[in-house]
């Protein structure tokens, strides 16, 4: 009974933190004018809230949202010019990692800031204020929530800083250049692409069960994904799947 109890507490509590960063992720839009977008990595779910600006970059009328059974939101990803894509999403896997990795609730204080091209509703990319802003979840280790913001901007740097909001200290976000994953790895991301089960790609390669499911777990982990199917998304961005 008392784990029971427990349970119904940490779900009132995940579901009074969820609709408060939506509350904030809807003030930035009307404030800011930003396309905000609440993403909650633990059930793959996200909201988007449209301020002013996407009038102007062309999505959903001002003032509306709408909630997506993803986090990711491919309808603002494919705005996004092909090579700051790819640029976006290794920072982001960077951000992220030093967020991960720092084992201390101080490292979210930190957000990630960089400039995109958007195309506009004309056709035209438009340098865009690109920031993203991680949260625990109650009782939780790690990330769980994500804010990301996107504003018309006059920057045109393609530099991206972690800034820490309480500080105001700037540092500049190196990314790490060399492949993510190894040829064994990619050759595994394709196979689970075509549907096939780690039995059958163990047969396949002449491997062991063991033995791609240890891959699997690595994969998941270099990209920072909560599956597979995550795992392979992130890696089409990359272009390091067809």
Known sequence: MNEKLRQQRDGCLEEAQEWQLRSIAQAYAICEHAVAVLSNLRTDQSYIY??????????????????????????????????????RILQELA???????????????????????MRDKEGNYRPTLHRIFYFQGEGQRGVSYAICLFN???KTS????????LTGEERQLDIDEKPLLSEREI???????????????SDRLGISKHT???H????????????????CH???QLELLK
């Open 50 to 87: 449209y301020g002013q600006t996407s009038d102007l970059l062309g999505f959903e009328p001002v003032g509306t949202y709408e909630k997506i059974a993803s986090i990711w939101e491919d309808k603002i990803l494919d705005r996004i010019h092909p090579d700051d894509r790819r640029r």
């Open 95 to 117: 951000y992220y990692q030093f967020v991960a990795t720092s084992h201390s609730d101080k490292a979210f204080q930190w957000h990630l800031e960089n400039t995109l091209r």
């Open 152 to 154: 018309l901007t006059g």
């Open 158 to 165: 393609r530099m991206a800083l972690l800034k820490n909001s």
């Open 187 to 201: 050759t595994i991301m394709q196979c689970v692409g075509e549907g096939l089960s780690s039995k059958a790609i």
């Open 212 to 214: 791609v499911d240890r």
């Open 216 to 231: 699997r777990q690595n994969i998941i982990g270099k990209m920072q994904a909560s599956n597979m199917a995550e795992a």
């Open 234 to 236: 992130k890696a089409k």
